[in-house]
Every structure is written in structure tokens, then in C-alpha cells.
């Protein structure tokens, strides 16, 4: 052989081997009648979840009585076991509501000779009791004391009892308000500066509200305008007591002044479910992986007169059930499982994740067993092949192993500021403030351009229904969840970190 053959010869031996050694290309995902498939079982729960048959499934009401029974349904088809761990009870977890909605308030200020009823358009009152009355001020023995800008911690126990009057700082407020709760005050007043801000705190305040039973708080609360305070106080007398509220020196004051605060709601006590479904271990004692997605919407949201008043929830959340229940399917039905899998949809996300709240308050493993949690929150909404989304990165040290995960299959991430924006607003923040490390893995938020057209037309709408969803964002990241749980379920593959072991 002619030494420049030899040459050719050896230059490609040379790059074979270098191939060889190179990384494997991504792992391809399934064939596409698999896909099809799958994206079929997705869509037949969404278009039964978001159904108007199911009204928006807003707990508490009819539509959301069948939605617990339809995933209850659901579970024991796919072959899930209860996870509640009471035989009482086989897939549910009672969560304790109080739903209110403010109705009528007075508030009567009296300084010497000088009484006046304040007006609606200057003054607002709220208790989410049926009925709360306070009485303070001179010969009542009950102190009106202004704080100013504090929070009146400088008087500790003795302002139990009073009614405390602080000006508004509207960073601050609500710390604030809530402090002086604490200190047992009957009642907390905010000043505020006009009728403007008033009406901004009627919107927010005076919408009717959910609240988990054990959290419920016996408060009463009022707004009013300083023009309203000043006119029973006097202007210079007001205008001296907001000019020392200012100065370092300043300390609470009791107010030469009588209030009369009374406030009603409609009030309606209920008990709405987590429901909740098992993939049994054969590795018992090793720890388990949490799947969770809330069932619960918004109900009927529009107005009276809309030709559709119903919020069906496609994206928010049938997606995030459905995707649920379709990869509990695929861990059921694939090798057995080392860990147990836990498969939880909770109520009340929509109010303040109440749901989620009620399950870290009565879990039926320990939390501290939970080795990983995956979110499903409206995830259908990318195409396929869309950038990654990845909430809670940062906030656990599940990292690592997310993100080699990732590279493994050949998916890349999206806006890491965008997902971060969503870190509270989901229900793994609060399984995160509790030590269970919990993440939102989806297309849904990777990027502005998939996000932005939903939240601005679809959001908390009628018009998000099922024949708007997109699958295929979807459909990528629940094969991505399906090997990343699989492998963390394995405890020959994954040991946590010491400090989450179970």
C-alpha cells in the first residue's frame, strides 16, 4: 500500500474512534402513533374536566363534587391504591372551607359633641364573621390608640383589646395590620389618603374570599379616609397628629375619639377534598415521589349578562389533571417501581393554594419522606419541541440531577426569568416552605411568546376551553417527568442528599 493510502487509512480509523467516544445522540422520543395515543387519552380527560357539565369546578358547588368523583374514578381504572391511608376514607382528604362575601358595614366616629356616620364613599368595614361590632373610645373601656406608621409592638400586651388606628404605608399594610392582630387588638383602622385609594381596597377587599377553617381568623377590619377623620377630629388637630406620626420621637397615642365599627357577611362553612391515589413501592420505607396538580377553577366568572358565563379551565387545570393521571398510567403500568408514588389532585389552588396548605398540615406519609415533587399547572398551551420551563430551579438540590436529565433528552430551557416569575404562584412553593422540594417542570413556561397570547386572551376566562389546548409541549414533558421519576423512584439509581433522606 502507497504510504499516502496509509495516510487516508489511518485519518479515518482515527475519526471512527473519535465518534465512538463522542456522546450518544439524544435519545429518540416515541414513534408517533405512541404520541398519538397518548395525546388522545389526554384530550378525552380534558374535554370531560373542562366540560360545562363540570361548571368550572369550583369547590364547594355541584361541578365540583363531580370532579372529585371523576378522578376518583379515574385512579382506580388506571389501578392506583388509596393514598390517604384511611380506610374511612379511600381516596379523599377532607379540607375544611370557609367561604364569606362581605355584605353591610357602619362605622360612626364621635369626638366631643361632633358625631358622624361615615359615608360609603369614605369609609368601608370587613370581617368574614357573619356579624362583628366593636365599640371603643371614652367611658367604653375600650382604647382607640394610634400607632401612626408603626405597628404597635412598642406597647406589647397593653393594646389587647383596643382598636388601633394606623396611617396607611402601603408596603408595609399588611405586615403591619396583621402585627397588631397579633397583639390582640379588636379592631385595626387604616387611614387612608383619598377616596382613590378607598376604592382600590373595595376592589380587593371586598370580593368574596375562600380561607382554610384552621387558619380562619376572627378579625375586623376598617378603611377610612382622612378627610372623614380630620372632619370629626379637626383639620389642625389631624394635621398635628399625622406631622409627629413622622418624627423618630413618636410613640402610640390614645385618641380622645369614639368609633363604632360593625361589619356582616354571608358566611357558608364546607368541606371540600384532596384527592389522593398510590403506586405502591417494592422498596418500602425508602422514601416517595409526590405528583400533584389542583383540580379546582373559578366556576361561573362572567358576568350575569355574557352569553357564557362558565370558566371551563382547559389549560388551568384539566391539562395539568389530565397529564397527571396519564403518566400515573404509564408508572403503573410499566416495571415496578422501588419508591412509592403518590398521585395528588388538590382543591381550593385558585384561592391561595388551600389545598396543598391543608395536605402539609395533615399529610398521610411524613413530609420529610418525600424525596421529590412534581407539579402539573396548566401545561398545555406549547407546541412540540417548545424550550423548557423550569420553576423551583434554584430552590432545591434536585438540580443537578433535573438538569442531566434534561441534556439527556435532548431538551433545551427556555426563559429562566419567566419561570421564576411563577415560583409562588403554584402549589410547590408551598410543599418548598415546608422542606418537601417541589419543581414545575413545562414548555407552558419557557417562553414569553407561548405564555403571553394565553394569559392576556384565555386567563380565568370563559374562552379557555378544550378545543383551544396544545398538546405537543405537553406530551414532551410528561415522557420527560416519566424518566426523570423513574429513575429518582429507583433507589439503586438515586440516593438523596443526607439532609432529605427519609
Not at 376514607?89 to 361615615?118: D, G, I, K, N, Q
Not at 368574596?208 to 377590619?221: K, P, Q
Not at 370558566?311 to 397529564?323: I, Q, Y
Not at 398521610?364 to 418525600?370: G, K
Request: glycine share 8%.
Amino acid at each position: 500500500m502507497r504510504p499516502e493510502r496509509r495516510g487516508w487509512l489511518w485519518a479515518l480509523l482515527a475519526s471512527l474512534a473519535l465518534a465512538a467516544c463522542a456522546a450518544p445522540p439524544p435519545r429518540p422520543g416515541p414513534p408517533v402513533d405512541e404520541r398519538e395515543a397518548i395525546a388522545a387519552r389526554l384530550r378525552a380527560d380534558i374535554a370531560v374536566l373542562a366540560s360545562d357539565e363540570f361548571a368550572g369546578r369550583k369547590p364547594g358547588t355541584p361541578g365540583g363534587r363531580a370532579t372529585w368523583a371523576y378522578l376518583e374514578r379515574r385512579m382506580a381504572e388506571i389501578g392506583l391504591v388509596s393514598g390517604t391511608g384511611d380506610p374511612g376514607s379511600y381516596w379523599r382528604l377532607p379540607v375544611e372551607l370557609v367561604a364569606s362575601a362581605p355584605e353591610t358595614a357602619r362605622l360612626v366616629l364621635t369626638h366631643r359633641s361632633r358625631s358622624l356616620a361615615v359615608p360609603e364613599e369614605a369609609a368601608a368595614v370587613f370581617t368574614p364573621r357573619r356579624r362583628a361590632l366593636a365599640v371603643g373610645g371614652p367611658g367604653t373601656g375600650v382604647p382607640v390608640v394610634f400607632v401612626g406608621y408603626g405597628d404597635g409592638s412598642v406597647l406589647g400586651d397593653a393594646l389587647a383589646g383596643a382598636i388601633a388606628v394606623m396611617l396607611a404605608d402601603p408596603p408595609r399594610d399588611a405586615a403591619r395590620r396583621e402585627a397588631l392582630l397579633r397583639q390582640r387588638a379588636t379592631a385595626v383602622v387604616t387611614v387612608l389618603p383619598d377616596a382613590a385609594a378607598l376604592a382600590a381596597v373595595r376592589r380587593r377587599e371586598g370580593r368574596a374570599r375562600l380561607e382554610l377553617a384552621s387558619e380562619e381568623a376572627d378579625r375586623l377590619t376598617a378603611y377610612l379616609t382622612e378627610d372623614a377623620l380630620a372632619e370629626v377630629l379637626g383639620p389642625k388637630r389631624w394635621a398635628r397628629l399625622r406631622a409627629e406620626a413622622q418624627t423618630s420621637a413618636f410613640e402610640p397615642l390614645e385618641l380622645n375619639l369614639a368609633m363604632t365599627l360593625e361589619a356582616t357577611s354571608d358566611r357558608r362553612e364546607f368541606v371540600s377534598y384532596n384527592v389522593i391515589g398510590r403506586i405502591p413501592g417494592t422498596a418500602p420505607g425508602s422514601g416517595a415521589v409526590l405528583l400533584l396538580a389542583h383540580w379546582d377553577h373559578l366556576g361561573e366568572c362572567a358576568p350575569p349578562e355574557a352569553t357564557d358565563r362558565i370558566c371551563n379551565g382547559a389549560a388551568d387545570n384539566a391539562s395539568g389533571l389530565a397529564v397527571l393521571l396519564e403518566l400515573a398510567r404509564r408508572l403503573r403500568a410499566g416495571p415496578p417501581l422501588g419508591r412509592d408514588i403518590y398521585v395528588l389532585a388538590v382543591t381550593a389552588e385558585e384561592d391561595g393554594l388551600l389545598g396543598t396548605r391543608a395536605f402539609i398540615k395533615a399529610p398521610p406519609l411524613p413530609l420529610e419522606s418525600i424525596l421529590a415533587a412534581f407539579n402539573f399547572d396548566m401545561v398545555a398551551l406549547a407546541p412540540a419541541g417548545a424550550p423548557l420551563g423550569f420553576v423551583g430551579r434554584g430552590q432545591t438540590k434536585l438540580d443537578g440531577l433535573i438538569l442531566e436529565t434534561i441534556a439527556a433528552s435532548g431538551r433545551r430551557l427556555g426563559d429562566q426569568a419567566l419561570a421564576d416569575s411563577f415560583l409562588q404562584r403554584q402549589d410547590g412553593w408551598a410543599l418548598n416552605q415546608h422542606g418537601v422540594p417541589a419543581v414545575l417542570l413545562s414548555s407552558t413556561y419557557g417562553s414569553e411568546a407561548v405564555l403571553r397570547p394565553f394569559l392576556d386572551s384565555h386567563y380565568h376566562r370563559p374562552s379557555d376551553e378544550a378545543r383551544r389546548i396544545e398538546l405537543g409541549g405537553a406530551i414532551d414533558d410528561l415522557l420527560l417527568h416519566e424518566r426523570l421519576i423513574r429513575l429518582i423512584a429507583d433507589p439503586a439509581r438515586y440516593q438523596p442528599p443526607p439532609a432529605a433522606r427519609p
